[in-house]
């Protein structure tokens, strides 16, 4: 319970986005290379859903955080830095968007160590947080981090609830249906009116239970499509205007995980 003199607590809503341009593609082997930067060919997440994201987080006036594959940091840099040069807090994805749970505990460290050297090396400045591609961890996984600098881990965890791994990374957990993927990627896909039904009612719970929310979405998922990407702006707005709710980053949320540990 809260002290008489202290604010009641409020619940955290927390929007996050993965992937850059083709890093899955090549990763998956359904790609060779990168794709030219302009013209008809280029890739429409880089070309199109980024620009899209990045304003509309601009016009709400909302920090971020992406979690992005290390393979940009080589490829796109100027991509990679743009995002943390328009204030967004940056992650790690892997490297080429490797399904995490299967590599073994060497492949792993070097992937890495890798795409977190070539993101630094892109933004100027080391990332904190970790995604698993996939959505999952391995039992080596949060080793690697620590010995790496991370702060925290936001793959799935224990439904949503935030907790302090053992060894001290704080887990922002996610959930499937906050996935934009999720519902639109399935072999009949949800309609935006669906998932804007779905995603605002999630976010009314966690306002309620003053609990957190956290949002999944991808540039060649929401980005490039105006009916989804109409979706993300009412939830932004429908956090924004909630006085019951705070938005925060990933590495906000993971601080405070941390800081309510050592209490």
């Known amino acids: 319970m809260s002290g008489p003199d202290e604010a009641p607590p409020r619940a955290t809503a927390c929007f996050t986005f993965d992937n850059m341009g083709e890093a899955a593609e090549v990763g998956a082997g359904t790609l060779r290379g990168a794709r030219p930067l302009g013209g008809p060919d280029a890739d429409p997440s880089l070309a199109i859903g980024y620009p899209r994201l990045l304003e509309l987080l601009d016009r709400h006036g909302m920090r971020a955080t992406f979690f992005l594959e290390g393979w940009n940091g080589e490829h796109h840099p100027e991509a990679v830095r743009r995002v943390v040069e328009r204030g967004h807090e940056l992650g790690m994805h892997g490297h080429l ?66 907790v302090l791994l053992p060894g001290g990374l704080a887990q922002v957990p996610f959930v499937w249906p906050g996935v934009d993927g999720f519902h639109y990627l399935r072999r009949e896909p949800a309609s935006p009116a669906e998932v804007r039904a ?37 939830v932004l707005a429908a956090a924004r205007g909630d006085p019951r709710i705070d938005v925060r980053t990933a590495g906000e949320v993971a601080a405070s995980i941390a800081a309510a540990a050592e209490r």
Do not use: K, N, Q
Request: net charge positive.
């Open 97 to 162: 968007h490797e399904t995490w749970s299967e590599l073994d505990p060497a492949r792993e460290a070097r992937l890495a160590e890798r795409a977190t050297r070539a993101l630094e090396d892109a933004a100027g400045l080391r990332p904190r947080g970790f995604r698993a591609p996939g959505g999952r961890r391995t039992a080596s996984t949060g080793t690697i981090l620590r010995r790496l600098g991370y702060a925290y881990d936001a793959s799935l965890g224990d439904g949503m609830r935030p």
């Open 198 to 234: 779905r995603w605002l009612a999630a976010l009314e719970r966690a306002a309620e239970r003053r609990g957190l929310f956290v949002l999944v979405c991808h540039a060649h998922v929401t980005g490039v499509d105006p009916g989804r990407l109409a979706v993300l702006d009412a």
